[in-house]
């Protein structure tokens, strides 16, 4: 035992731990890390310098008795910040109950001030409790979870977001139909994937099924590659060939669960039988815990044949018991009459999400709550009105008469929306709060909105009186301007008393956008929200008027601070954040949105930065003409058209703006420097980027973090937009240039200098040996 061990990474007092080796050595356990451990009897905080972003943060454990510790004491709490990610937890325990050697806990968290500190604290619950820990794992992924789950059981266009505030804790990850997938077999994220036959439930088990090797599966454009490895949407599980046995069983996987959480439900899809080319073909209904989350699920309308997509749901399991069940089921669907009575499922990821407090854990597992028995009869769902009683069931099952009500009420408006105009909103707060508990999801405003706002989120979305307006831009002082757009002029302003700070933009009278579209724009954007994202906050519409309120950016714009300016220069550093920030939000428009929103307009004037330098996308939705010049997608000459790939572009033009401090266009330079899009690109492919750069930068970029950038805004600007990097991926190679930067300023800490050939360090593996040695591992993650 070496009790100066770990000390590279710890943030407490060292006598506080120790470490062992295992007394009972399990043949079928590996050595590293798990026949060694560390031990804390109190309060012990590991801290691990990393790039900001989001993380997998992996727990291992090896239930035995370590020195003197008996193992049914190693009862203790994880925490990383203000969340909680183990409570309480029994090692012993959890073990014996899932019948498991080993337990390893994964998590995936977002970092935002480059640290990472995991703080064990043994339980004050029980005399002589400890807390112990095998091996821990931070590793740097890219963002593939924000988003907008469909919430099970809810009328179509009622979402969960997923977003940077919320943790989620891996429960199973599936490879359907298919074989493990070790961690160095996924896409450079070390993710294990298991195969599903041990969650089958049913007297039917359904096919399996495998891609013909010809056949070269692609990803859906909106779709990053390494959200899952090609393997998963090589093999799939289907109901099996015959139509009158398909109709009368459910293909269902069961999981054992905590209540009292929502939970995050990822399939993965892609029709790989070669006969499965046409609409209506293979068309499935999809249940989570008896609620229908998806009706007339058809892959072929969804991406075709081939091609690998995801779908997110989401589904709320009432506090009810120790432990419960979540169910997955699909079933044909028969309504639409398709030409194969059949499913089909490729991959599955569960995630339990942190409730309103931060917290994620839950009970320990006991054996009688794990292994009760399944009823194996999934029931069908043959009426609307059945899939209403199961809503309300699941809804406010363990809650209390008075959230009944609600919802039985909430249930009674969704009829009434539906007949009226079907219309897409979000559930109301008072609902929200009951599946939530004391706290809904996102809070905001709760002002009553008018007119056409019947069917917007009045939390979100404030309607403001055109007094109010006059009164908070001292009836439209000219002094009070911010800026000049297509849609009309932008105010400073301030509401409540002077106490918020606001942007009010009014629409110029002669704008070709009516009143029809601009409602029709109100009721999008108030539904987008987004750490890098300006949020609308509220609108007019008396008297004619079109008027958006925005939260108030206090630095401005991002090209006041690049050229023509008395500001002083960005470091490279944060001018690297600033273009991550907007990529992050550019990336959510493309795919975390309901629908597929594009910009239009992407140039640094677009680009916002609040008091804190955080950087937010503005004015998507309202930009109804196209980009600038200077930023225009040459295939829009050839095709007509603009496409998310056109903000791309626009984009790689944006990110040699940031580098070189020089605007798109200057007719004022050579004829061969006019376009800063054609100059960069010409001196980036001959390799002399490096002479065109902003000269206050000379010396101050890592020679990697040019090389990833350059190419990265290279690819960007590819000629067609098919050949163009998704903003995933331009997102995800910005933040390798971030961390190549930060390596060359130290500000990583833990990574290793980068050799010649610039591999980067992004995966922090701790073991725990008797010897007080650490062990790190590196792995290149996928650009």
Not at 406 to 413: A, G, I, R
Request: net charge neutral; hydrophobic share 35%; aromatic share 10%.
């Amino acid at each position: 035992m070496e009790s100066n061990f770990g000390s590279k990474y710890a943030a407490s007092e060292l006598n506080t731990s120790e470490s062992y080796e295992a007394s009972e050595r399990n043949p079928s356990v590996a050595d590293v890390p798990y026949m060694t451990e560390k031990n804390f009897k109190s309060e012990f905080t590991y801290s691990f310098p990393v790039a900001a972003g989001r993380k997998y943060v992996r727990l291992h454990f090896y239930s035995s008795s370590y020195g003197d510790l008996s193992a049914s004491n190693a009862i203790f709490s994880v925490s990383p910040g203000g969340y909680t990610l183990l409570r309480n937890f029994s090692v012993s325990q959890t073990s014996k109950a899932l019948n498991l050697s080993i337990i390893v806990k994964e998590f995936s968290i977002n970092v935002d001030n480059r640290i990472v500190n995991i703080t064990f604290t043994p339980s004050s619950n029980y005399t002589g409790s400890y807390a112990l820990v095998n091996g821990i794992e931070v590793v740097s992924m890219p963002d593939i979870y924000s988003g907008n789950a469909i919430i099970a059981g809810q009328m179509p266009g009622i979402y969960l977001p997923i977003d940077n505030t919320t943790v989620l804790e891996k429960v199973v990850r599936l490879n359907v139909g298919g074989s493990k997938i070790s961690p160095v077999a996924d896409t450079g994220l070390f993710r294990s994937w298991s195969d599903d036959s041990s969650y089958l439930s049913g007297a039917q088990f359904g096919v399996t099924d495998s891609a013909n090797s010809t056949l070269a599966i692609k990803y859906d454009r909106s779709m990053p590659s390494y959200v899952a490895p090609e393997s998963i949407y090589r093999t799939a599980r289907t109901m099996g060939p015959n139509p009158d046995i398909n109709k009368n069983y459910n293909l269902t996987w069961v999981f054992s669960i905590d209540p009292g959480f929502w939970y995050l439900v990822r399939l993965h899809f892609c029709e790989i039988e070669s006969v499965i080319t046409k609409v209506n073909q293979r068309v499935f209904q999809i249940f989570l815990n008896n609620q229908t989350a998806q009706e007339g699920a058809d892959i072929v309308i969804w991406t075709g044949n081939g091609i690998a997509l995801y779908r997110d749901y989401a589904v709320h399991v009432p506090n009810e018991g120790e432990r419960q069940h979540l169910w997955v089921a699909l079933h044909p669907d028969i309504a639409s009459k398709p030409q194969y009575y059949d499913a089909i499922l490729n991959g599955l990821e569960i995630f339990k999400l942190n409730d309103p407090t931060g917290n994620l854990g839950g009970p320990n597992p006991n054996q009688a709550s794990v292994q009760q028995d399944i009823d194996p009869k999934f029931p069908s769902f043959p009426s609307k009105s059945r899939n209403q009683a199961a809503i309300i069931a699941g809804i406010v099952g363990g809650v209390t008469a008075l959230c009944l009500l609600s919802v039985v009420v909430f249930v009674v408006f969704r009829r009434k929306m539906r007949e009226d105009s079907g219309a897409s909103v979000r559930p109301p707060l008072w609902l929200m709060c009951c599946l939530y508990g004391n706290s809904p999801p996102a809070s905001g405003k709760t002002n009553a909105t008018r007119g056409f706002a019947s069917s917007l989120t009045s939390d979100t979305c404030r309607h403001f009186s055109f007094a109010e307006i006059k009164a908070a831009t001292c009836n439209f002082n000219e002094a009070l301007i911010l800026g000049v757009g297509g849609f009309g002029k932008v105010y400073k302003g301030e509401t409540e008393n002077g106490t918020i700070k606001v942007a009010i933009k009014r629409g110029n009278p002669l704008s070709e956008q009516g009143v029809h579209e601009f409602q029709t724009e109100i009721e999008l954007l108030s539904k987008l929200r987004h750490r890098h994202l300006v949020s609308l906050n509220g609108y007019c519409e008396e008297n004619s008027e079109m008027i958006l309120v925005y939260d108030y950016m206090a630095l401005g714009t991002l090209r006041q601070h690049l050229y023509k300016t008395k500001n002083p220069p960005l470091p490279w550093k944060q001018r690297l954040e600033i273009c991550i920030g907007a990529a992050r939000g550019l990336h959510y428009l493309h795919t975390g949105a309901k629908q597929t929103i594009i910009h239009r307009d992407v140039k640094t004037t677009n680009i916002l930065l609040d008091e804190k330098w955080v950087a937010k996308v503005s004015d998507f939705g309202l930009s109804k003409i196209g980009p600038s010049f200077g930023y225009l997608d040459p295939e829009y000459f050839r095709r007509q058209q603009i496409t998310e790939k056109s903000d791309v572009y626009s984009f790689g033009v944006v990110l040699f703006e940031v580098l070189c401090a020089k605007p798109a266009l200057n007719p004022t330079l050579a004829i061969e420097q006019v376009c800063l899009a054609e100059w960069a690109l010409h001196c980036q492919r001959e390799g002399i980027l490096d002479q065109i750069i902003d000269p206050y930068l000379n010396g101050k970029i890592a020679p990697g973090c040019l090389k990833t950038f350059g190419e990265i805004a290279d690819k960007c600007l590819n000629d067609k937009g098919i050949d163009r990097p998704s903003m995933g991926d331009v997102l995800w190679s910005l933040e390798l240039a971030l961390q190549l930067q930060e390596n060359m300023e130290g500000g990583s800490g833990v990574r290793a200098d980068l050799d010649n050939k610039n591999k980067d360090l992004d995966a922090i593996s701790l073991g725990f040996n008797g010897s007080g040695a650490n062990s790190l591992s590196s792995g290149v993650l996928p650009r």
